[in-house]
């Protein structure tokens, strides 16, 4: 099974994405692990984070199979090749840089870049980006979402980034979105397992109201 092939599949358990800005290494296990058990299976390290690179590591090792890790804010092509060392398949940006997609789709590593307009969701596509990560949504209503939905193929899962609340979400899913990624509001640096567990555990209850579930 190919990582984009996994991510899909985790997609489709749990459409959020758990993105830990400021983890450090010595907690990042305990913070996988909360959101583990609140249901999500994506998790996100940005590189602006204290030693990014020991946590993908650590959450990699302490997590398997059960999660797909990654890291966040990839600016250049050379911390792909860390990112993967690290046990990471999930390559995250919040711009266009096809040099970065590049390298990520050729380490095997799903790529998703960042991206607001039409031409720049293609010029992603071009590049080989397996989904794109609309950022920042804040700006960017359902009803933008729909709009664009009509000329992005649906095949390509469309992540909604920024101001991502647990009323709001099925406004973005009815538009045409895939998924999305909670920053601040599933972790804030300093943050308890505990608290980040119940915070997540909103949105996955979330997802399930939304739906009717």
């Known amino acids: ?60 090792r302490a997590l398997g199979e059960r999660a797909l890790i990654g890291a966040g804010t990839v600016l250049e092509p050379a911390q792909v090749a860390e990112v993967a060392g690290a046990g990471g398949r999930l390559i995250v940006a919040p711009n266009v840089h096809t040099p970065v997609i590049e390298a990520t789709v050729a380490a095997g590593l799903v790529s998703a870049p960042g991206y607001f307009t039409p031409s720049e969701a293609f010029d992603a596509l071009r ?35 920024g101001g991502v609340r647990p009323a709001n979400m099925k406004a973005y899913l009815d538009a045409g979105a895939d998924g999305f990624g909670l920053g601040s509001g599933v972790y804030r640096p300093g943050q308890s397992a505990g608290e980040v ?17």
């Open 1 to 60: 099974m190919t990582a984009f092939d996994q991510f899909k599949s985790y997609l489709s358990h749990c459409p959020l994405i758990a993105i830990i800005r400021g983890v450090t290494p010595d907690e990042a296990e305990m913070i996988g692990e909360a959101l583990f058990s609140a249901g999500i299976r994506i998790i996100e390290v940005p590189l602006n984070s204290p030693e990014p690179i020991e946590s993908i590591r650590r959450l990699s």
């Open 127 to 161: 590049a080989g980006a397996h989904c794109l990560k609309l950022f920042p949504a804040e700006a960017a209503s359902p009803a933008v979402v729909k709009a664009q939905r009509a000329v992005i193929p649906k095949t390509v899962p469309l992540l909604i980034v």
């Open 197 to 213: 567990g119940t915070q997540a555990r909103t949105y996955v209850d979330g997802l399930a109201e939304g739906s009717g579930a």
